[in-house]
C-alpha cells in the first residue's frame, strides 16, 4: 500500500488529467446510462497492467450507481476505485474542452495479484 502512495505513477496525478467520456462536455455512467456533465460527481474504475506504465478507466458511474470497493479485480492489473468532481478543462494541455476529475479521492485499491 505504501509503495502505491510513493509510486511515481501516482493515479490522482494520473486521473487528474485523464479525460473522462467520449463526448465533449458529457459522458454516461456506465450503469444506468445518466449523463454526467461538469460539476457531477462520477466514480471511476482505473487500471494499470503491471507491465505498463499506462492508466485507463474502464468504468465511470454516478453517484448513485457507485460502487464502495472494486468488485471484479483484474488479473495482473493494479486497479483504484477513485472519486472527483467532473470539470471541463484540458487535461495535459492536450486535447480541448474535455471533462477531466478534480478534488479525486481514492476509494479503493487492489494491487496486481
Ligand atoms: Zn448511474
Known sequence: MLGFFISTLDPVRILEGYPIGANGDRAFCSACRREL?????????????????????SEVRCSICAPTHIEDPTPGAVEVLASG????GQPFGGESGRLHLTNIDIIGFEDAE
Open 37 to 57: 456533465r461538469a460539476g457531477h460527481v462520477a466514480t471511476v474504475t482505473a487500471y494499470r497492467f503491471v507491465e505498463t506504465n499506462q492508466w485507463d478507466v
Open 85 to 88: 468532481a467532473l470539470k471541463m
